[in-house]
């Protein structure tokens, strides 16, 4: 089986990233901005996954006090599959039902004590209108109320009520970094793994297998449904590993899926194979005193097979190899990898191994030539010994890395070198870094960045993926102190290079990664630019997607007054660096005049007083965000009143603002506008299966329609139309654009390897549109795009939680998800 994907569907938005993270403050940020999933194999809003750990609910009742239900009372168990005692203190539990609007954070318990390893912790829940049985004494007295059928509970490492649901409110990545445990049981439409728990009725609950102890990460493999058999923290200690004290109708410990590693892929073992059931590294089965004497019974090659699982899982065998990769830390892989140096015949067959090893044989080092007892097990896809039984160390030996070249070759995997150590010798451009900050992974590509395929002609999707390959940190710490990869010369960028690559190739979260055994370094192959490149002209005109700029805290933007300060020197920054006449501007708070002009006023704090002048936007739109527009009135002169539209087809409506300069002379009109995002809410159709565009395509070729006819109507002879589109440069609505009579200004002066704004799922593109009509399209000088934001980590912006203080900046880089236009307009006339 291969391994549960970690991404949630907040963690790579776009628009933070799912997942995208999956973007600010994730998914209130990233819909608005426009990218939430758009490739269903890289994105949904389910499956989720929690964060894992070894607090877990082991069983959920919901049928309290309901006619035939055995007890009067709902309730929810806890569990610590663990090792070690979990503190309660200032964690929750917090319900939300199964397809409705409503947040965790509107039904809440709080929870405090502790749980020793193997205990349970009973929290007793509402009553129902039919008495009946009680319940064991409950270590916790709340008052949720729970659905006997279906429903969605979370346990949070938190007291604050996550303002999500994970599904008409997706759950963001600093949320889903706060969720200990998720159970989504009957029709939930958020929960681990495939599918969420079975159905329940007022006579059953969902149980977890092994009495606690199995943890996949997907709720339907972990849970069946049974007669209620709640647990209190009286019931006697059941470690995982030993016998469960009482009897479940899921699977016993031996036969319960592998332990979920955390969201840095760390290959597993089954509850039967605990630390606390693992024999010491002296082989017990070794007639001699020399465990030299001892030869193996299999090859590496022979356990792994030309397959992608092996033909001897469950089987108990004892093979030989050399140490490749050492990350038995806890806090790493919890195990080491380990590889055949005669390798056999057969290219198919990988002659590498992971052995879940943990810290028990801690004397096995990179260079041990080890003799490995242990039994065959394919965790979520990666072939490994689990449990380990066995290690003996015979000597010293060494394995030369294989050299792998990218591309693959079509139609193959990386699968023939599983577990094995190889070097990449081609210079690798980094393509991603969005989970860099948060799980130590990165990704790169030999040949350079990789596209959106709906951006641009000539993108090979097939090719791309093998040209790429998914380098992790060999840890499973989220948020690290200290983030992997960032040198001397800071953290890398879009575009950096690596030479030289080298590590264990391995499986995890459905694919493959390397585990780096040399430190990798990026080379500044393309260096931030401190100001946007010139476009000439007379008047600037740029575009910027400010990432949700709110005065209100809390809402979509700045969650502190810190947070607030530091997102809005960032964008003042980017203004001055941009140092346009005129600038459309996306994603600001829908409050009247006052997100914009607290905007306004820090910038003309920086840059003098009276140098910018915010325009009122007639029909701002009840979206919470808004477009808008910043000028300077010593340089330009509004020509009219600001227009917009009424027409329900723009749910955020365009502004509409002619413009001439202060001497006279030539107007053109100004055009602000921000399409639909690509994400699919509760009222989206079906995406665009065949052309990949997203969801709400055929709503953005309407409102694309829609700027056209306003032109026509309006009489508009000098259009600018400019701001997030949401739509890739080959997409229908840019080519309906165009086919009107309007010209793409920065696929006329950008080159195409430098025409991007915004990054998703790897894949660079441009959201962000500037489009000229009429005779104003013989007045464009220059384009540009200032590459300060797509390239950057998020680990730079202004969020205080998870991004190491050291790192932030009061400057433009990362003060937002989208990089802005600039444009250079000759309007001759007048003097100056």
């Known amino acids: 089986m291969r391994a549960l994907s970690r991404v949630s569907a907040a963690d790579h938005p776009g628009g933070r990233g799912l997942r995208r993270r999956v973007r600010g403050r994730a998914v209130a940020v990233l819909a608005a901005a426009g990218l939430l999933p758009v490739l269903a194999t890289a994105i949904s809003p389910v499956p989720a996954s929690a964060e894992p750990g070894t607090a877990v609910i082991s069983q959920v009742y919901g049928g309290g006090g309901n006619t035939g239900a055995p007890y009067t009372n709902d309730f929810v168990e806890l569990f610590n599959r663990g090792t070690a005692t979990v503190s309660l203190d200032g964690w929750s539990l ?6 409705g609007t409503g947040s965790f954070g509107s039904q809440k318990q709080n929870l405090s004590g502790s749980l020793a390893p193997g205990q349970y912790h009973l929290v007793q829940l509402s009553a129902g209108t039919t008495p009946s049985g009680a319940l064991p004494a409950p270590d916790t007295v709340g008052t949720l109320t729970l659905s006997g059928t279906a429903g969605k509970v979370a346990l949070v490492r938190s007291a604050t009520g996550l303002a999500c649901n994970g599904g008409s409110i997706p759950c963001t990545p600093e949320q ?39 943890d996949t990460d997907d709720n339907a493999a972990d849970f069946a449904s049974g007669a209620p058999a709640p647990r209190n923290t009286a019931t006697a200690p059941a470690p ?75 089987q108990t065998v004892r093979v030989e190899g050399v140490v490749t990769g050492d990350f038995q830390r806890t806090d790493q892989l919890s195990g080491f990898y380990f590889q055949d140096p ?57 394995v030369k890395p294989a050299d792998t070249a990218l591309p693959r070759a079509a139609g193959t995997t990386f699968e023939p070198l599983e577990n094995m150590l190889v070097t990449f010798p081609e210079p690798l ?25 709906t951006d641009r002609n000539g993108v090979d999707p097939a090719l791309d993926a093998r040209r790429s390959l998914l380098i992790d940190d060999g840890s499973t710490v989220q948020n690290p102190a200290t983030i992997p990869y960032v040198g001397t010369r800071g953290v890398p960028r879009l575009g950096d290079t690596a030479y030289g690559v080298t590590g264990v190739l391995t499986y995890g979260f459905d694919v493959h990664r390397l585990q780096p055994t040399t430190e990798i370094r990026f080379a500044r192959t393309n260096p931030r630019l401190g100001t946007p490149q010139a476009v000439g002209g007379t008047v600037r005109v740029a575009s910027l997607n400010t990432l949700n700029w709110f005065t209100t805290l809390g809402s979509r933007g700045a969650n502190t007054v810190v947070e607030q300060q530091r997102q809005l020197a960032k964008i003042v920054a980017t203004l001055q660096g941009l140092d346009a006449d005129v600038v459309g501007l996306m994603e600001v708070e829908n409050n009247g005049q006052t997100a914009v002009q607290a905007l306004v006023d820090a910038l003309n704090a920086k840059v003098g007083a009276g140098t910018y002048k915010a325009l009122t936007h007639p029909y701002p739109g009840g979206d919470a965000i808004h477009v808008t527009a910043i000028y300077k009135p010593a340089r330009v002169t509004p020509v009219g009143a600001a227009r917009s539209s009424t027409d329900p087809v723009f749910r955020r409506p365009p502004l509409i603002q002619e413009f001439r300069r202060v001497y006279g002379g030539p107007s053109f009109t100004l055009v602000v506008n ?3 995002s690509k994400g699919c809410d509760t009222d989206a159709p079906a995406p665009d299966q065949e052309h990949g565009q997203g969801c709400y395509n055929d709503e953005r070729v309407r409102q694309a329609r829609a700027v056209l006819g306003l032109i026509d109507s309006m009489h508009l002879t000098s259009p600018l139309v400019i701001g997030d589109l949401n739509a890739y440069g080959e997409e229908d609505p840019i080519h ?7 010209v ?89």
């Open 94 to 99: 917090q319900y939300a039902s199964a397809t």
């Open 342 to 398: 005669t390798p056999d015949a057969d290219p198919a067959t990988s002659d590498g191994l992971f052995a879940f090893a943990r810290e028990s044989f801690k004397d096995v080092k990179v260079g041990d030539r080890v003799l490995v007892t242990g039994r065959v097990a394919e965790f979520n896809g990666l072939t490994e010994l689990s449990p380990v039984t066995a290690v003996d160390v015979c000597g010293t030996g060494s």
């Open 429 to 453: 451009t980094l393509t991603d870094h969005y989970n860099l900050g948060r799980y130590g992974e990165v990704t790169v590509a030999a040949g350079g960045r990789l596209f959106q395929p």
């Open 736 to 742: 309906t654009l165009e086919q009107g009579g309007l």
């Open 176 to 214: 889903t970094a706060q969720i200990a445990d998720l159970v989504g049981y009957g029709n939930a439409n958020y929960f681990e793994g495939t599918a969420a728990a079975p159905t329940l009725s007022n006579a059953t609950a969902a149980l977890r297998a092994g009495g606690g102890c199995a």
């Open 744 to 832: 793409s200004l920065t696929k006329r002066f950008v080159p195409e390897a430098l025409r991007y704004s915004y990054l998703f799922d790897g894949l660079s593109g441009e959201l962000d549109h500037a489009l000229a009509g009429g005779e104003l399209a013989s007045r464009v000088t220059g384009a540009t795009i200032w590459h300060v934001n797509s390239d950057e980590s998020r680990i730079l912006d202004y969020n205080t939680e998870f991004n190491p203080p050291g790192l932030y900046q009061p400057d433009a880089f990362r003060s937002s998800d989208h990089d802005p236009l600039l444009i250079g307009l000759d309007l001759p006339g007048g003097k100056g």
């Open 674 to 676: 921000h399409f639909k």
């Open 240 to 314: 995982c590993g030993a016998p469960s004290p009482s009897a479940t109708p899921s699977a016993t410990p031996s036969e319960s899926p592998s332990v979920t590693p955390s969201p840095s892929v760390s290959p597993s073992v089954s509850p039967s194979a605990s630390p606390s059931a693992t024999p010491s590294a002296s082989p017990s089965s070794t007639p001699t005193g020399d465990p030299c004497g001892v030869s193996p019974d299999r090859q590496i090659a022979e356990v792994q097979g030309s397959g992608t699982a092996s033909p001897l899982t469950g």
